[in-house]
Structures are given as structure tokens and as C-alpha cells.
């Protein structure tokens, strides 16, 4: 079991441009989490995906962030037009069941995404 | 929203020296209670879950929860320089997400 996957690691973009990350869960994991961590804010919850389906996108800034889940293996979190205070450690997570004792969140390493 | 504070915000103590952390949350009704450790550029690790009010141990690392005072600790027995790293705590109530604290950072000398 590999734990969670996240690509690439880490991400230097220009401001205005396009960042997509990628999360491949743990194979058989029912849930997958975004996470954006930052020095000031601490882990703040973006959205998250049961069974493929977005179920809770609340902590998602409206305007220029998007999450898909296309299929169980994978998510994506695209930022357009980035600017500089998005620049953090975005982190993905899945469990195995949302509700009871199995939803511990497994965490992949991270993707720092550095907007310039 | 749930809130999670967490105390306090470093923390340095000598190898072998009991550690404990402090983290309070807002929502009385939540009912799962996980602490994470974060060593730098790493992912996070679970070390304990609870769910009721008590006490769990998982090796060096006991969570004691008190939800009548909205409070859970973590306490670290004898760590070491390896345990140096971001703790976190993290709070869920039913299929809410879970809320984390900022964490607090500890560094444990030789």
C-alpha cells in the first residue's frame, strides 16, 4: 500500500497562470480530502468527494478553485489564475468511511505551490 | 463552525521529559477526536484516535478527553529528538469534516 500519492511535490508558478494538482487515494478509500496548509492559518478544509460524488465544497474559494473526482483513483484541484496568497501546501486525504471509527484521514506529503 | 484552538503554540523540553499538549474545541456534540504528528515537509501521521470521554493510549502517546470542558490533551511519555515535529489535533462531529487546531511545535533536546 503506497498511502496517498500527491503530484508534483512541488509547483513554482507566475501569477495568472493555471496550477493543477493531483491526489491518488488509497486504493479502496471511500473519501478523498483537500487541505490547504499555511504558516498563518493552519489547515484549513477545502472540499471533499464521497464515493466520486463532491459532497462538501464549503471551504473552497468560489472564484478560481475547482476539484473533480472522475474516478475512484484520482482527484484534481485546479487553481486559475493564481495569485500570490495562494501560494501554500495543498494536502490530500482519504478514509476508508466518512462517519465512525474508520475515517481516519491518511495524508499524502503535499504539494507546495509557491506563486511568483 | 467548530473551533479548534490548540496550546500552546511551541514547546521545548528535554528528552525523557513528559510532554502535553493542549487542544479545546467549540461543538460539545463532537464525538471523534484524532492527533496528528507533521515532521517538516512530511505528510501527516496518525497517532491516536478517541471517541468517548477517557483516556487511550497508543504507545508513548495517550489522548485524555473531557468533553464537559471542551478539552482533549495529548500526552507524550519519555519522546525524543525523532519526535520533534507539528502536532495536531483535529475534531469531527457526524459527517462534518474535520476541523484541525494550528497545531503546536515541539522540539525535544537531547
Known amino acids: 500500500n503506497a498511502g496517498v500519492i500527491q503530484t508534483p511535490r512541488h509547483k513554482v508558478t507566475g501569477k495568472g497562470q493555471e496550477a493543477t494538482l493531483w491526489c491518488e487515494p488509497i486504493s479502496g478509500h471511500s473519501a478523498v480530502f483537500w487541505y490547504r496548509q499555511t504558516i498563518v492559518q493552519g489547515l484549513e478544509f477545502l472540499t471533499y468527494?464521497?464515493?466520486?460524488?463532491?459532497?462538501?465544497d464549503s471551504g473552497m474559494p468560489k472564484e478560481r478553485f475547482s476539484a473533480q473526482m472522475p474516478n475512484q483513483s484520482h482527484s484534481t484541484l485546479k487553481i486559475q489564475s493564481t495569485q500570490p496568497q495562494d501560494s501554500a501546501v495543498y494536502l490530500c486525504a482519504s478514509s476508508l468511511v466518512v462517519r465512525g471509527s474508520g475515517n481516519t484521514l491518511y495524508f499524502g506529503e503535499g504539494s507546495r505551490l509557491i506563486v511568483v | 463552525q467548530q473551533k479548534v484552538q490548540q496550546s500552546p503554540e511551541s514547546l521545548t523540553v528535554s528528552e525523557g521529559a513528559m510532554a502535553s499538549l493542549n487542544c479545546t474545541f467549540s461543538?460539545?456534540?463532537?464525538?471523534?477526536f484524532r492527533w496528528y504528528r507533521q515532521h517538516s515537509g512530511k505528510g501527516l501521521e496518525v497517532l491516536v484516535s478517541?471517541?468517548?470521554?477517557g483516556e487511550k493510549e497508543e504507545g508513548s502517546f495517550t489522548a485524555h478527553l473531557n468533553r464537559a470542558s471542551l478539552h482533549v490533551f495529548l500526552h507524550i511519555r519519555e519522546p525524543q529528538p525523532s519526535d520533534s515535529a507539528l502536532y495536531l489535533c483535529?475534531?469531527?462531529?457526524?459527517?462534518?469534516?474535520?476541523?484541525f487546531g494550528k497545531g503546536t511545535s515541539l522540539t525535544v533536546i537531547p
Open positions: 468527494f464521497r464515493n466520486q460524488a463532491p459532497i462538501d
Open positions: 478517541i471517541f468517548s470521554d
Open positions: 483535529a475534531v469531527k462531529t457526524g459527517y462534518q469534516n474535520f476541523y
Open positions: 461543538d460539545r456534540s463532537s464525538d471523534n
